[in-house]
């Protein structure tokens, strides 16, 4: 029974759980030692156990175990015994026509992540993450390219077996820029973590979504439905977007919903209903008989567990915004950039200027990894460069200005601030009488504007001092500038 | 405890048999016959039992992330009943997972 | 023509020492194989030229003073069910017609390492499924003591190229009793090791839990030597059970030097008196048990309640694994393929023209018993039934060191007599089945013979890893009865 009534005044709220799919970055495969990489050619990194062939046996990735257990640790999961089920079902991607993968005991139960909502920290409670085997990778053959007019289907099985972590949330995600958050969140600590590639776009993450609507207030779910097909965070907040409205229109029109899995199709903005299975999936789970149960020692549990940092991004912004009256908006564009929120603090650490450093980083850093998609950790700078930084502005070599362009120097050539403003001369003049001859200069061009001043209209100062900044080519301390006008007149 | 035609066609599908009309009457008698005799075993009170999967039990084996050498492509790919552009070539795919 | 010797250990001797040239005891084989194979189809394939040139490879090494291995030029059969690189493997079913393994089962690649010979690839039942070996897709064989009679299955192959001096051992998997069954049928000594004692990595697997890899041979000693060169961890079998095996050749020595004498065995009351047992079989039985008594053995007796249900818990909880285990052969990566509109229809049509009766109607029932609404009271059922039958052995073995029964029911049975009524066959592994379930090692050797010549099988089952004891017991009792000598055809 539906528990979503008829009525076209009722206003309604989606229920949304997300299943997120991540592969693990490691060197092998889930259950051989066949390589995990990506756009390798064709079948070439298969072997007879990725391959299903007659005969082949799984071993387990230690790696991966250790992997899931990293991400249990830090979402403060149920790590415990966990076992390998069969998942039963053909499909001619998935070579052994079953997948390894876990059911009833997985080795992450529960859990949580914290996302940031509306300025605030909001939790989306987990289900379970658990390790499974990836499929191989299907191209369809026709008109399209898309699965529903392909004449046939080439598969590669370089994809097959590798190490997948499912994320199942509860449904706890009520809207579609939630469901975004906790998919930043997650990829930033799959990332952060070296757990994942996280790359949306060349399928290491993938997200799929059960999404039912019911009217406000009401405790009890609509039908579910479940979309897939979404490619990047973008996609995902279109999609979602959609199929609440579509739901919420049946509903208010009087229909009711079918459960079923619906495709996203980038091109038109819509959701598709899949072909309607005649009958429900029946996997016949079972308890993969070439795998023992896996019971983890409890000290190496806690070895990994030590070196989580306990700390998600929507967290470490909250902190920082409270800790230094930062904009949450702009710490959270530095904490979910792996390893810029530790640059920022080491460099507050040192004698930074709070402040200044988060703008920094929010900016010129975000700017120059953006332009380059490069990645912190990839920067080659010393130890300092936000506190030399800050320095050169507080004994006044440098102004603000010139801090950000001696900064995206820095960030170019790796070499030191002190040495870019050396070798661009980019010292700001502080010498007074050089200064003082400047001034001059523009009082004696401007007449009228100096009539202006002296009949109190003190807004137009403003105007000399940048004809003075412009004639020192920004390279003029603006507060002196201000002095020397002020005491000429 | 006997299983119905329509059980036995459920069970064909799920297991991808074209089964013949012949094979479908055959199998309903004996998949009956076969479970009529695990009635017995099947009615046992096996309250508080617990299931056994391995018989023997062991430690999980993990393997180190160390890669080994896969196949060469040509002794995958000759085995296949059909290749194109060095991919398994299968028919159209109806159904999606 | 008859063998110089036809003892395994005696070709060994023979060959390590240099008097018998590795390549001369394997053209002896090979002619009989060439004068009579026709009328037993104990074999798939014979490779002769690869079994000729690891012979020389033998003769070159023991000339260049090489140790050449425990069994240097042992002419050796491989059940078809295991892969070796460079042959053909079928499993005896049409589905894989043709194909050609790139990788060798450790089981096999150890015994070659360990100088043995691969004659060639035996006869079994498709997918080691069935008790009669006429099951086989491609040929009849018959039981070389017994031409109208069947040779057991599923190793059927197996033991009658042991039986007919095809080979001097042979190799096979047990699943319920595939082993010792056709060894008792064909009057030899064949034994399934502890679950997990030989790595299953290579072996077509029928029902994971359940397969073990196991030695055929003309004597306990020469089997004893088949497992120590196979058995042992394989970091390519999770199942396998890690350690360092222990010698059983000494087991061996002890029993034949020290006898069974102060040995406390036990009669298993639920398989001795059964209902179904052969008078034959039963009287020549219970000749070798007073035959045993009489030399000092300790005769009790203990009950084994749950053993009752153990062909019951077995014939479901095998097909169910073989239901998953089979679902790969779908034509898409390897072997046969129908053509079909879709991919589910060339699934369909290849798997409904590949695999015979017997195995369609395990994969039906194993289906049947996994899918929803039946796995609990079918599968989960039959998992908890094996839990009883592990804990009856474990108690069973507290009263005696080794339990014994009649091997299977009856004496060979004439071709075609039960393969309309699935049923009457599936008990022809009844008393082999225990094993299976509880992972024990088991043996049977002959210990006599019907007035037509047809032999008994006697069983010898163990408590978990005390191979030793299993092959001290057995080869005191093979001492005491005398060893069955390969018919001459
Ligand atoms: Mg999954
Ligand atoms: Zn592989």
Redesign the pocket.
């Known amino acids: 029974m539906s528990a979503v009534a008829s009525d076209p005044c009722v206003d309604y709220e989606a229920v949304i759980g997300l299943e997120v799919h991540a592969e693990l970055k490691t060197k092998?495969?889930m259950?051989?030692?066949?390589r995990n990489e990506f756009g390798a050619k064709p079948n070439t990194?298969?072997?007879?156990?990725?391959?299903g062939l007659p005969g082949a046996l799984p071993v387990t990735n230690r790696k991966a175990i250790e992997l899931a257990v990293r991400f249990g640790a830090a979402v403060d999961a149920k790590i415990g015994r966990a076992v390998f089920h069969r998942k039963n079902y053909f499909y001619p991607d998935m070579p052994k026509d079953f997948q390894i993968t876990q059911y009833d005991e997985p080795i992450n139960a529960g859990g949580k992540v914290e996302i940031l909502d509306a300025g605030a920290l909001h939790t989306i409670h987990l289900t379970r993450a658990h390790l499974e085997e990836d499929t191989g990778k299907s191209q369809h053959q026709g008109v399209s390219g898309r699965i529903h007019d392909a004449t046939s289907t080439l598969i590669d099985y370089n994809r097959?077996?590798v190490p997948l972590l499912e994320i199942v949330s509860e449904p706890d995600i009520r809207t579609p820029d939630q469901a975004k958050q906790y998919v930043n969140e997650l990829r930033a600590v799959l990332g952060f973590l070296d757990i994942s590639d996280v790359k949306m776009e060349e399928g290491s993450m993938r997200v799929d979504a059960n999404v039912s609507v019911r009217p406000v207030g009401a405790e009890a779910f609509g039908v579910k439905v479940e979309v897939k097909n979404m490619n990047s965070v973008r996609s995902l907040v279109r999609a979602l977007t959609y199929e609440i409205e579509r739901q919420t229109v049946v509903y208010r029109e009087g229909g009711r919903i079918v459960q079923e899995t619906r495709h996203w199709e980038e091109e038109d903005g819509r959701t598709h209903s899949m072909r309607s299975k005649e009958e429900a999936a029946d996997y016949r789970y079972f308890p993969e008989p070439d795998l023992v149960p896996i019971t983890l020692d409890q000290a190496w549990i806690e070895a990994i567990s030590a070196e989580v940092p306990g700390v998600f991004p929507s967290r470490r912004a909250v902190q920082l915004a409270e800790q230094y009256g930062f904009d949450l908006d702009r710490v959270a564009s530095v904490v979910y950039t792996p390893g810029l929120c530790d640059w920022v603090e080491a460099e507050i650490a040192i004698g930074a200027d709070p402040l200044r450093s988060l703008n920094w980083a929010s900016q010129e850093v975000m700017a120059h990894l953006n332009e380059t998609g490069g990645e912190v950790a990839g920067l080659a700078l010393s130890k300092g460069v936000f506190a030399d930084l800050s320095s050169l502005i507080d004994d006044g070599t440098l102004s603000k200005k010139l801090a950000r362009e001696v900064l995206t120097e820095v960030l170019v050539s790796g070499k030191s601030p002190r040495t870019v403003v050396s070798e661009k001369g980019l010292a700001q003049i502080s010498d007074e009488s050089e200064l003082e001859r400047i001034v001059a200069e523009v009082i004696g061009a401007n007449p009228e504007t100096i009539e202006k001043i002296r009949a109190g209209n003190k807004k137009v100062v403003g105007f000399l001092v940048g004809q003075v900044m412009k004639a020192t080519k920004g390279a003029a301390n603006p507060e002196a500038v201000h002095r020397l006008i002020d005491s000429r007149l | 405890m006997s299983i119905s035609r329509e059980d036995v066609l459920h069970v064909a599908k799920l297991a991808r048999l074209a089964l013949s009309e012949e094979e479908i009457s055959l199998f309903t008698v004996q998949l009956g016959d076969i479970l009529n005799h695990a009635a017995a075993a099947c009615a046992l009170d096996t309250e508080g039992v617990p299931p056994t999967a391995h018989p023997v039990p062991i430690a999980h084996l993990l393997r180190e992330d160390e890669p080994?050498p896969?196949?060469a492509r040509g002794l995958v790919l000759e085995e296949a009943p059909a290749v194109e552009a060095d991919r398994f070539r299968v028919p159209r795919i109806l159904d999606e997972t | 023509m008859t063998a110089v010797i036809t003892t395994a250990a005696g070709i060994a001797r023979g060959v390590r020492s240099g008097e018998y040239p590795a390549a001369r005891v394997l053209e002896e084989y090979l002619a009989r194989i060439a004068a009579h194979e026709d009328r037993i189809g104990a074999f798939l394939l014979v490779a002769q030229e690869r079994a000729r040139a690891a012979a020389e490879a033998i003769d070159a090494r023991v000339a260049a003073g090489e140790d050449p291995g425990l069994l240097a030029g042992v002419p050796l059969a491989v059940k078809d069910a295991l892969c070796l690189a460079g042959l053909p493997t079928t499993a005896g079913s049409k589905i894989l017609q043709g194909w050609h393994p790139p990788y060798t089962a450790t089981a096999v690649a150890r015994l070659e390492e360990a100088g043995a010979v691969v004659v060639g690839k035996t006869n079994l039942d498709e997918f080691a499924m069935g008790s009669s070996n006429e099951n086989s897709a491609y040929k009849v064989c018959r039981n070389p003591r017994g031409l109208d009679r069947v040779p057991g299955g599923s190793s059927g192959g197996s033991a009658a190229a042991v039986a007919a001096g095809f080979a001097s051992v042979a190799i096979g998997s047990d699943t319920g009793g595939s082993i010792r069954q056709p060894a008792s049928l064909c009057g030899v000594v064949g034994m399934k090791p502890t679950y997990g004692r030989v790595s299953r990595y290579g072996l077509i697997a029928f029902a994971s839990s359940l397969d073990q890899i196991g030695p055929l041979a003309g004597t306990v000693e020469d089997a004893a030597l088949v497992y120590q060169s196979m058995a042992g961890a394989d970091p390519m079998d999770a199942t396998s059970i890690p350690g360092d095996l222990p010698d059983v050749l000494s087991g061996v020595k002890e029993g034949r030097e020290a006898g069974i004498a102060g040995m406390r065995v036990a009669l298993v009351t639920e398989l001795c008196e059964m209902e179904g047992t052969d008078p034959t079989v039963a009287r020549v039985f219970e000749e070798t048990v007073k035959k045993l008594e009489k030399s000092g053995a300790v005769l009790v007796e203990v009950s084994v309640p749950s053993l009752v249900h153990a062909l019951s818990a077995y014939y479901l909880i095998a097909p169910a694994e073989c239901s998953s285990n089979l679902a790969r052969f779908d034509g898409v990566r390897f072997g046969l393929r129908e053509a079909g509109d879709d991919v589910e229809a060339m699934n369909r049509a290849t798997r409904e023209a590949g695999f015979g009766p017997e195995v369609k109607r395990r994969i039906m029932l194993g289906t049947y018993a996994l899918s929803s609404g039946y796995i609990d009271a079918y599968y989960g059922k039959a998992q908890r039934i094996r839990t009883l039958v592990i804990r009856d052995l474990e108690a069973a073995f507290t009263q005696a060191d080794v339990l014994l029964s009649p091997t299977s029911p009856t004496v060979a049975f004439p071709l075609g007599a039960r393969t309309d009524d699935p049923m009457s066959m599936y008990i022809s592994d009844i008393c082999t089945i225990p094993a299976n379930l509880a992972g024990i090692p088991a043996l049977s050797l002959p210990c006599g013979t019907d007035d037509a010549g047809l032999p008994v099988g006697l069983q010898v089952m163990a408590p978990v890893l005390s191979e030793s004891l299993l092959f001290r017991v057995a080869c005191a009792a093979e001492t005491l009865i005398g060893a069955l000598p390969p018919v001459l055809l």
């Not at chain 1, 259950?31 to 066949?34: A, D, H």
């Open positions: 092998t495969k259950f051989c030692g066949c990194n298969v072997c007879p156990v990725c391959l097959a077996g | 080994r896969s196949l």
